[in-house]
């Protein structure tokens, strides 16, 4: 026996119309209603032809989530799980479904945001990273296309609405955190540099540096994937040196956790005999030995506001593109050495 929308309304005592409008999670209708209709699909096993209903509505309510090209560090790295969850919640509360796209190469990239723009299969798509003369932003250019973009666009000539943080002055205010707990020589781990947030994160360290009167020295930077494994040969690279720094600024908590393993193999003691500063206050930041300081770029709102933006963009087609900057807190933990003066975890905010 096929179920219709009809016996979908008669067992829920409501009009055919307004069953369409639970399926579409239209806005004004009440959560009783939507609970009250959802209860009778189920009990009839009924489930909406979202393909038929996508070919009359002109519309596939699905958001492309373009997973950058490093899949091995998207799913090993838990900054972007937690982004991943934020987009996801933002969009099953407006009724639209998610389809990942996954790459390993950046022509792979370029390919399969085509495939998207040109497939139907969705109405928009989220770009989860940017990087400098980003090829995806000039396919876009191209083929204008629904598109938010976590992180900044490298070209403001795109059109493209963004979400980001203020990723300079967050890793200003990290790196002087340790300059005025005396560290004079701070070494700085850091991702690809091709990346934008790299390249601002490191502006800031350098920035922080040259206030203080301090030299910016080449040797003490460290560029990797954004891997632990990352993190533990960049700090074996700076504990090599003649004059090893006494404190690192990690540009992300996996690689401060490569940097801490490394330090403890050496036999070095965090933080007595070097400090270390993360980013993005994952979970794992508080559960580490010795508790990670680290910079809380609030991961899950920074998924939540990228998928709505675009949603936004999806519903209101003729609205400008605009960018919004989610504020960082530095998490004061042991791992700075700054927890002797402190009785419990302290937020710094980020103005």
Known sequence: MNVTIKDVAVKAGVSPSTVSRVISNHPRISEKTKRQVRQAMEELGYHPNFLARSLVKKSADAIGVLIPSTTEEFFMNPFFPEVLRGISDVAKREGFDLLLSTSDSGKEDVRSLKRMIHGKRVDGVL??????????????????????????????NVPISWVNNDNVDACYRATRHLIG?????????????????????????????????????????????????????????????????TAVVASDDVLAFGAMRAAGELGYQIP???????????????????????????????????????????????????????????????????WNQLSAPRRESLP
């Open 127 to 156: 770009l989860l990273s940017s990087r400098m003369q980003d090829p995806l932003l000039d396919v876009l250019r191209e083929h204008p296309f629904p598109a938010t973009l976590l992180g900044r666009p490298h070209d403001d």
């Open 181 to 245: 707990l005396g560290h004079r020589r701070i070494g700085f781990l850091c991702g690809d540099q091709a990346l934008l947030v790299t390249q601002d994160r490191m502006q800031g360290y350098e920035t922080a540096l040259k206030e203080a009167g301090l030299p910016a020295d080449r040797k003490l930077i460290y560029s990797s994937p954004f891997m632990e494994q990352g993190g533990y040969l960049g700090m074996m690279r700076l504990l090599a040196l003649s004059e090893r720094p």
């Open 272 to 338: 007595d005999d070097i400090a270390i500063i993360g980013f993005n206050n994952v979970k794992l930041a508080e559960m580490s030995n010795p508790s990670l300081t680290s910079m809380d770029v609030h991961i899950y709102e920074l998924g939540a506001a990228v998928a709505e933006l675009l949603i936004e963009q999806l519903r209101n087609p003729e609205a400008a593109a605009r960018s919004v900057i989610i504020p960082s807190d530095l998490v004061i933990r042991h791992s700075c050495g700054a």
